[in-house]
């Protein structure tokens, strides 16, 4: 099947590059900079592996997203808080309806390269805090991406069942350099180590039983909250 | 209620707007700047009616759309087909996914301006030619954007019934100056008079029995094409 995928960068969205070039011809590679504070550091990664497989990548840019919306992870919006993710502080870092437009841009682009379906690297860690990572959003988008297009682009998510530390696993099998993948909301020039999704990404390695190559500036022991 | 209603400039979305106006408390009109030839001339006229009306306005850029789609509807596409709507030429006038992309972009901005609801002049004389216009397409749509919200967002379509003749006539009603809205494709000086939305406004006006304000190039008799 001719796809495109979707690669930010981060863990997640680079293993499912390489899972879908062994099932799939990617005709595609497509990141968003949007203005989050860890784009400048995810999506040349992102790149990086698209080249090395040989895909055709590209970037679109959404700078509206950064100039009118609200959220903690973007330029414009305040610190990232640090801890586990939770309802209470992490909620912060929501940018409304992302994923929701990052799928949409998604099929029309996919629709003019001649693709039939879109890979997305959702999966059942998705936290239940992003409205547009539940599985009823996904439901929806999906048929109005199918609905919507002259191909019926179909919404693969090949991870859907798996937690991260299974991505991590699946990973390995790829011989996939996480080294080279980026998680850090902060955006600094190291992993912080203790931002929500540095703690997630610690824990999949661990859980994964898999050395973990990341730089993290702090390590405290795991897990930092129940 | 508090909604978003998105206005291109048309003669639809500009009543739409007015519409809402009468029931709804419209804290946001949207437009989008996507690169099709006739968005300079369509988006300014948007402005104008939502300044009359005191709304707060935002034109959001969307230039990968020209950049990297193909459609003849954009500066970057070949020349816009004459006559009726039949899917042989006017097919080549569709945006991939535009709707999605532009409902995407809408939701997120809904969110954080606190609405509650997003209206779109969606009408039953939407063509089938473009998939992201079908019922289908916008139940889905609709359903992705309340389950990818966090204030489960409504998207309402209060034309969906009417064809385009019933909604000049609601826009009599509302002493809307159609003089001040744009259809045409080619985005010249004046309407052509003779593309696909130029004759679906002209036959709109001609089934409203309202006298057509509008300054064509050229006025054939209608129907052009059965």
């Not at 005709?27 to 968003?32: I, M, T």
């Not at 840019?61 to 993710?85: A, K, M, Q, T, V």
């Not at 059942?124 to 109005?144: K, L, N, S």
Request: charged share 20%; proline share 6%; aromatic share 8%.
């Amino acid at each position: 099947m001719k796809v495109l995928t979707l690669v930010s960068g981060g863990m997640d969205s680079v293993t499912a590059l390489y899972d879908a070039a062994q099932s799939h011809q990617i005709v595609g590679a497509l990141g968003f900079d949007y203005g989050s504070k860890h784009n400048p550091r995810e999506l040349p990664l992102g790149v990086w592996h698209a080249n090395k497989l040989g895909i055709p990548h590209r970037t679109i840019r959404l700078p509206f997203i950064n100039e009118l919306f609200d959220s903690d992870l973007l330029r414009s919006g305040g610190p990232i808080p640090e801890g586990h993710y939770e309802e209470a502080t992490m909620k912060q870092t929501v940018v409304p309806f992302r994923n929701g437009i990052m799928l949409a841009v998604a099929a029309g682009y996919a629709e003019t390269i001649g693709a039939e379906a879109i890979v997305i690297a959702a999966h059942a860690g998705d936290h239940a805090i992003y409205p547009d990572c539940r599985e009823g959003f996904m439901q929806a988008m999906g048929e109005a991406i199918t609905q919507g297009t002259y191909a019926q682009l179909s919404l693969l998510r090949p991870f859907i069942a798996w937690n991260k530390a299974r991505i991590v696993q699946r990973g390995v099998e790829l011989k996939i350099d996480y080294a080279r993948t980026w998680s850090c909301y902060k955006g600094g020039d190291r992993h912080c180590g203790v931002c929500g999704t540095c703690v997630e990404r610690r824990e999949a390695f661990q859980l994964a039983s898999v050395k973990d190559p990341t730089d993290y500036a702090a390590s405290p022991p795991l897990p930092l909250k129940p």
